[in-house]
């Protein structure tokens, strides 16, 4: 049991850690807890307890012991079960607004409030009782969470791990608790050890491979927020004393062709000029690299994200006829955003997808809106990526074009951090001869009607 308290627990952790902001994944780490404090419960009855009880401990210390190894069997018999239905009403949204899941919290509430007040005693479990409640609430939670239909393709998989970790541990383990105990079997749980690494087994393997309700993002973003940190500070530095060499260069170079000029020296006065226009590009390049580093200063405001693709696409149709843009965008659809911020970051993004195509294809982008967040979605029909180049594009002076002169691969971490600055979210999907896309989530943290 030590193991099961230490890998349940340790997810519980992990998941909160990834983000505690999420109502599925708050009560995804109750579950895990819930699920640890029976095995808390069995190590201190099957160990702890005899163990003090043969050191002949004092009755204040053996009444403490009893009492922990009750309460948290208690939490593992009724919180399980509780906070398993909870997290599949917010996995899976459908239907269910704020107040019909207040609702569903304090009537899922009544069942265990009215065991632990009437029913004497109140351990061991009423395994029947129990099982009447909790098993048929088990079965319409694991409906609901295998039911849930992402509308983004590339995020079925995840959905599909997250339903194979949790929902077959979840059912198998009511089953040793509630069904097989009301039939008098009341040892079965002690099977749940190997149910439970089968499902820690496919969290790993989900969270450094597919993504887990979002922790595969966390970590590469985590990696990715130190390099852009480093990057940043660098930059300044670097940017800082470059411009003063190079405005120091540009300054007495003026000076020599206009001497050249005058003194009638057409050889110095051409040579001159190849430094000048060296200097112009390093000034440039400096330019480009400090615009996507530097911290982001956000000015938001109410804008209409339809309005400003179709100026993007009236643009970008100027540089490639071959490459269709297709817009889906509601009229009335509203984005809370900084407008500059968020044309150059979508410029970014329909650039790159121009350039993967060189022989012509076609770019669709979708906005839309989900439960609490707006999503803007850029796919392609170009090439794609495959999984390890897929890491390694997001990587700050990464970049995948033969042209490095102004190329500095630093267009994906900019949409990384302007999404970051918003509150929202940026991932890219991708796979080889499936083409590669874009989502980025706004939050919908502001309302107001649209007037103007």
């Known amino acids: 049991m030590l193991f099961v308290l230490i890998a349940l627990w340790s997810v519980g ?7 505690s902001r999420k109502s599925s994944i708050r009560w995804l780490s109750g579950v895990a807890f819930c699920g640890g404090s029976g095995a808390l419960s069995a190590l201190v009855g099957d160990t702890l307890l005899p163990y003090a009880q043969e050191r002949q401990a004092g009755d204040a ?18 919180g399980l079960p509780y906070t398993f239905v909870m997290f599949a009403f917010s996995y899976n949204p459908a239907y269910m607004t704020p107040r019909r899941k207040r609702w569903l919290a304090l009537v899922l509430f009544v069942p265990i409030a009215a065991t632990l007040l009437f029913v004497r005693p109140i351990h061991p479990i009423p395994f029947r009782l129990t099982a009447a409640w909790a098993v048929p609430a088990v079965g319409l939670a694991s409906l609901w969470v295998v039911f849930k239909r992402e509308s983004h393709g590339t995020m079925r998989l995840n959905d599909r791990l997250t339903g194979l970790a949790i929902v077959p541990t979840v059912l ?19 099977y749940n050890t190997w149910i439970i690494a089968f499902a820690v087994l496919v969290f790993t393997v989900a969270i450094f491979n597919y993504g887990f309700l979002g922790i595969r993002f966390l970590i590469q973003t985590r990696k990715l ?14 940017n ?12 007495f170079g003026e000076k020599i062709r206009t001497y050249a000029e005058r003194t009638d020296q057409p050889e110095l006065a051409a040579d001159i000029a190849v430094v000048l226009s060296a200097t112009r590009h390093i000034q440039e390049m400096i330019a480009r690299v400090q615009d996507q ?6 000015r938001p405001a109410w804008n209409r994200p339809g309005a400003m693709l179709e100026t993007l696409r009236d643009q970008l149709a100027v540089e490639s006829s071959a490459v269709r843009i297709h817009l889906s965008v509601p009229d009335s659809l509203e984005l809370y955003c900084d407008r500059a911020q968020t044309m150059e970051m979508w410029n970014n993004l ?22 609490n967040y707006t999503v803007a979605e850029i796919k392609d029909t170009g090439p794609g990526m495959d999984k390890k180049l897929l890491k390694q594009v997001m990587e700050p002076f990464f970049t995948t074009k033969g ?12 949409c990384y951090q302007v999404m970051k600055k918003h509150g929202g979210g940026f991932d890219l999907y991708s796979q080889p001869g499936k083409g590669t896309t874009a989502i980025m989530r706004f939050p919908k943290n502001k309302k107001r009607s649209w007037s103007g």
Request: aromatic letters at 8%; charged letters at 20%; proline letters at 2%.
């Open 13 to 19: 952790i992990v998941l909160l850690l990834s983000d």
């Open 61 to 78: 210390l053996l009444s403490v012991l009893e009492g922990l190894r009750i309460i948290s069997s208690l939490m593992q018999y009724y």
């Open 172 to 190: 198998l383990c009511s089953v040793m608790n509630y069904v097989l105990p009301s039939f008098g079997f009341i040892e079965m749980w002690r």
């Open 225 to 238: 927020d130190v390099s852009i940190r480093a990057v940043t500070s660098g930059t300044a530095v670097l």
């Open 240 to 251: 800082h004393a470059i411009k003063n060499d190079v405005g120091k260069t540009k300054l």
């Open 293 to 298: 580093t530097q911290e982001l200063a956000l």
């Open 350 to 371: 329909l650039t790159n997808a121009i350039e993967a195509m060189p022989a012509g294809g076609d770019i669709t982008v979708k906005v839309y809106d989900i439960k």
């Open 403 to 414: 042209d490095r002169r102004m190329n500095f691969g630093l267009g994906l971490s900019y």
